[in-house]
């Protein structure tokens, strides 16, 4: 696929440049938070045809990386396709500090200077930055994955209705042997501690006895760190784990060792075919495509906050090893999720230090599932 691909080097180069001549309620619905008919105060050129539509990503790694960049630009090129823009209208900025103000502006402004009327951050890292240059360049819509912030378009999966189904199938096939499962996790950020309690709390649906030991690498990517942590619960006797990390360790590590892993990100079933159970898969087209569209008809607000689970919190099939029976049983349970008549975040429901994070009959509200400042009851660790 023919893009224009820019290194760290060139955003750089930008950014001197560019710095010399320049001076959230979360929407519980699968829809996003502003109409059709808001205003497009963010909006690039009302009535675009979509076919017109420029797009600049920005990622902090690489997007062949084989986790959350090349989810989210799959992603975008997916979304790109099912709305017929051209592949030609995509610019992606690799290696893009998302801890340097300097570095993102430039990035940001190489973008608009390209002609990119709307530009998605795909790190969180980003928001502490975009706002301030949206409010500067208000023809361009800047679209930003995690919590709503001002200024920004936002975009965001209910993750743990995946991740809840995978530590269900895992406990459900574990249990006869051992009612304590494992997850490998990267940095404490929100998004990985709702993969580890949605993954808990599927666990304890299956069994209300199983638990979780997570081992932290404390690093976004890191093949020697994340085969440390596998391989530590291993040691521990566990079997059956979660993983949130990017590099190909986690599978490969218990593929060796005749264990087995819920993949990330992406379909990892091809790195480790005898370990991979399924794989949570990060769906952003169906989000991205109503971003698109909306930005090209003129009715984007910088009030839209897509935060969508059912297709875009996907699990692959199954691998040929994951007894039928456990597969019925997931696809009831999900189901059932989708009907409303399992909450996955209802009460009563502990943190791991005992205290009632929701009473019994009540459901969290979104904001705090999204943000996630917890541990569940029945994991073995800490979130600090």
């Not at 975008?76 to 592949?87: C, F, H, R």
Request: hydrophobic fraction near 40%; glycine fraction near 10%; include cysteine.
């Amino acid at each position: 696929m023919k893009k224009k691909l820019f290194s760290m080097l060139l955003a750089g180069v930008l950014a001197a440049g560019c710095l010399a001549g320049c001076g959230n309620t979360a929407d519980s619905g699968d829809a996003p938070a502003a109409s059709a008919e808001a205003e497009g105060d963010g909006a690039a050129a009302e009535g675009m045809d979509l076919s017109e539509l420029k797009i600049g990503e920005l990622e902090s790694y690489v997007i062949n990386d084989g986790g959350w960049c090349q989810a989210t630009h799959t992603g975008i090129v997916n979304a790109m396709e099912e709305l017929g823009i051209p592949e030609e209208n995509l610019i992606t900025l690799e290696n893009i500090d998302d801890t340097d103000q300097a570095t993102v502006q430039a990035a940001a402004e190489s973008l608009i200077d390209e002609g990119c009327t709307l530009i998605i951050g795909a790190s969180t890292g980003y928001s502490s930055f975009l706002p301030e240059i949206a409010e500067m360049y208000p023809e361009v819509t800047f679209a930003q994955w995690g919590n709503k912030v001002d200024g920004l378009v936002g975009y965001e999966i209910r993750s743990y209705e995946g991740m809840f189904l995978a530590g269900y199938a895992c406990e459900l096939m574990s249990q006869d042997e051992n009612t304590t499962l494992g997850y490998s996790a990267s940095m404490s950020e929100f998004s990985v501690r709702t993969a580890i309690n949605a993954y808990a709390l599927g666990a304890k649906y299956a069994n209300p006895a199983a638990q979780v030991q997570v081992a932290w690498a404390n690093s976004w990517y890191d093949v020697d760190l994340e085969t440390q942590c596998a391989q530590s619960l291993i040691d521990a006797g566990i079997k059956y784990m979660g993983m949130e990390a990017s590099s190909p360790a986690i599978p490969e590590t218990c593929e060796k060792n005749g264990a087995y892993v819920v993949g990330y990100h992406n379909d990892l079933s091809a790195l480790a075919p005898d370990a991979v159970v399924c794989s949570f898969v990060w769906n952003f087209a169906p989000i991205f495509e109503q971003i698109m569209t909306s930005v090209a008809d003129g009715t984007v607000s910088s009030d839209d906050f897509y935060y969508e689970g059912g297709e875009c919190a996907q699990l692959t099939e199954f691998a040929d090893f994951v007894p039928e029976e456990v597969q019925t049983a997931v696809a009831d349970l999900k189901a059932k999720i989708d009907g409303g008549e399992v909450q996955i975040y209802g009460g009563e429901l502990k943190d791991s230090e005992g205290n009632v994070l929701v009473a019994e009959g009540e459901v969290m509200p979104d904001e705090e599932i999204i943000q996630q400042e917890f541990l569940v009851e029945n994991v073995i660790g800490s979130w600090k």
